[in-house]
């Protein structure tokens, strides 16, 4: 990585610590310092310097020494050298930061209420949901102890970048309350194969366990979305039963050639199936459709594969480049329930997608079984550069990785997770 490539990193990963000032509270875990940065990188030292307007004529770095700059609680950065470890390493508490740079978190909120107002605003959110959406992300520092953010090592073309990132929730939080609940289904999930997809992501989560605390926020963007009282009181109560047939674990993979694929686990795929067929959930449909930009037509039986009803949802986009994985300004979407398994399958070829999940589903071809996280994701960046050049005529460049590995699972703190970029 370049000098420059550095100082930019640095700042990035700043203000993810303190824009997860915008989204994490935390408590470092080497000092009472709202900041504390290791870095063996002196152009990285250097950028912390000046973002924190710290003091001129920084020491330098020593061979097989590293320095950390701490901040105070006066917002005063200071530093000294310590050994070697990590080549960045930020451990910060947010929630003091956000008290300390009051005067900025002040006029960070209204930049996003203008900008981010704006683009909300565009989906069909008025203000006062606008708002609540805000409040509540600016809010959210008071949720968490830690944040503890760890890179071995800098980007190099070629080579492995490895980020760790770890939550620590606050006692007696809704957060803390979510971590606790997240935990692996004791069946595991059937784990779709990744078939050369761009993105593969795999979820072992037991819904059950966190559903009580999801469910408040399910409401709250119904009622952003609806605005007749009548629909949002059926809506209620039809995402209750809708939601309640799931058991948790998710499978999906997703490719801009051959579209989207979705296994997910039921618990009863009766009231999914209820649900979904019920008039109300295809005026539901019509509302989302319309803070879409588009039109919904529901088709209840689009098709039956080995006695399996599959139903079908176009939306037809009023401006079809709004979207530009939208095939002659439509999306289509395919849902199914068979073998104790809600599938779905969106744009490609998704009729065929339906009917190989189906089959894969009722002949049980993969098994259930512990996917030992609770969360992966693989994304392909070849296969995304492809695209993005077959569109715009531009490529990533020869320094853009091929992979990017994600993981989530818990540890004894709150959640852990990795990042690996090759």
Known sequence: MSPRQSSLLLPLSVLLACGHAFAQDATTTSAASPLVITTTDPMVAMGVNRMFKGAAGMPEIGEGKALVLSLDDGGKLSSRDAAASDWLRIEANPAAMMKIFKKEVTQGRMTAGMFGGMALAQSGLDAEAIDVILDAVFDFPNQLDGLVVSIPKPYAAGEQMDIAVDLAPKAETWF???????????????????????????????????????????????????????????????????????????????????????????SDGDAITAAMKDPAWLEISKASADMAGGVVDVNLDALQHRDVTVIESTVELDDPASNPLAKDGKMSTMVAVGGDAMLMSMMGDAKSSIKSLIDLALDAKNVRKPLGKLMTMHFDVVRFGAFMSSQTGQDLGDDAPENIDVSLAKNDKGLHLEVKIK
């Open 176 to 266: 803390a309350q979510l971590v606790t609940g997240l935990r692996p289904h004791a069946k595991g999930l059937r784990n779709l194969s990744p078939w050369g997809a761009m993105m593969h992501a795999a979820f072992d989560m037991d819904f059950a366990a966190v559903s009580p605390l999801l469910m408040p926020m399910v409401e709250l963007f119904t009622g952003f979305m609806i605005q007749d009282d009548d629909l949002k009181a059926k809506a209620k109560t039809l995402y209750a039963t809708y939601m309640s047939g799931y058991a948790g674990p998710m499978s999906m993979t997703f490719d801009m050639e051959d579209g989207m694929r979705v296994l997910v686990e039921a």
